[in-house]
């Protein structure tokens, strides 16, 4: 299946992707939680509630006539590893890390499929990184890598977004990476049962019409299974949790001269049995906000 989160007239709710219609789990199994983390969490029985809703052949929209949202819009953790692809660790003349090396971006950093990425007043040094994604699905700890598929809801499209200044001002590249609407996912969950390999999936990145990335899921340095079981090993990985796995070769701070994302440009994020997410870039108002 494909997991959806979308807005219909001014209504957000859950929905299942099929061709070129979205199925209104809100019309069609009413009493299924009517956001993401929540459906999540009900396991099995939801997602088997899910699939009977699809088969009745009641409830479809036209995918065209809504609007597609980050399937997980909040999430409780969105966590990401750095230098998981050989060809990106080499073109920043880096060795091939010994270790996982993991960072936390922000959940505010979520973005929709198609939402603004937002260029900082701070920064002009933004960059662009093609990645899988992974939802977890089921409350977990200490999962060996032989059983990781267990707890993985589904993957989706991501583009971690980078400040690279900020990033490089401090060696948790926390403020670097969390930057408001850096963190674009989507378009859709896909579960794991519509995926006959994650590790042997195409992934790409467009930026305005160019192929700036294009690669093989194929060339993780560490597996999923293996991301799995290492951060499990450290703390709970909760339903909706994100993970980013990494981006291959291609980002633009290494390229001669660096590419960087300004107002206006177009970038594009495609995984092959996932989807694709699309995004303009715009000028950040940077007004003061409290509320």
Known sequence: MKL??????????LGIVTGDTIVD???????????????????????????????????????????????VPRPGKVLAI?????DHVREGNRPIPEHQ???????????????????PKVSDKIDFEAELCIVIG???????????????????????????DWQQRSPTMMMGKGFDTHGPT????????????VHALPIRCVLNGEVMQNASTAEMIFKIP?????????????????????????????RNPPVRLKA?????????GIGVIENVCEAERGETVIL
Not at 28 to 37: F, K, R, S, V
Request: proline share 7%; hydrophobic share 45%; glycine share 8%.
């Open 82 to 86: 750095g230098l998981n692809y050989a």
């Open 264 to 272: 206006g440009d177009k970038v594009r994020v495609e995984i092959d």
């Open 25 to 71: 789990l809100a019309a069609t199994a009413p009493n299924l939680p009517q956001t993401m983390i929540p459906f999540l969490r009900a396991g099995e029985a939801a997602m088997s509630a899910a699939r009977a809703a699809v088969e009745s052949g009641r409830g479809h929209l036209p995918l065209a006539k809504v609007r597609l949202e980050a399937p």
């Open 101 to 119: 090396i993991w960072f936390a971006k922000q959940a505010t950093c979520i973005a929709g499929p198609n939402d603004a990425i937002q260029i």
């Open 226 to 254: 293996a991301q799995i079981e290492h951060l499990t090993a450290a703390f709970t990985l909760e339903p909706g949790d994100v993970i980013f796995t990494g981006t291959p070769a291609g980002v633009g701070n290494f």
């Open 138 to 164: 089921r409350k977990c700890r200490h999962v060996p890598a032989a059983r990781a598929f267990e707890v993985i809801a589904g993957f989706m499209c991501g583009n971690d977004v980078s400040v690279r």
């Open 4 to 13: 959806a989160t979308f807005t219909e007239n001014h209504r957000r709710r």
């Open 186 to 197: 989507g378009p859709w969950i896909v579960t794991p049962d519509e995926i006959k390999d």
